[in-house]
């Protein structure tokens, strides 16, 4: 019997990290991800992949009717 892995697909090789940003930034960059209809991971990863030159792939939400 093949078992079928469940969950979005791979985005490659990715590491954790975390920072620490002042309330007021967090809130206006979660607030903009939101407008772009984008996650916070994605924004952030466009935002330094543009300023350091090196392309950055995100991940389109499935559309509405695919979700469950």
């Known amino acids: 019997m093949e078992h079928k892995k469940g ?9 954790l ?3 620490k940003l002042p309330t007021a930034l967090l809130a206006a960059v979660r607030e903009h991800a ?3 209809g984008m996650t916070v991971t994605d924004l952030i ?7 350091v ?11 509405l009717s ?3």
């Open 66 to 68: 695919k979700a469950s």
């Open 34 to 36: 939101a407008r772009r």
């Open 45 to 51: 990863g466009e935002l330094l992949a543009t300023e």
């Open 17 to 19: 990290v975390s920072y």
């Open 7 to 15: 969950g979005r697909p791979s985005k490659g090789d990715r590491r």
């Open 53 to 63: 030159g090196i392309p950055y792939q995100t991940q389109e939400g499935l559309p």
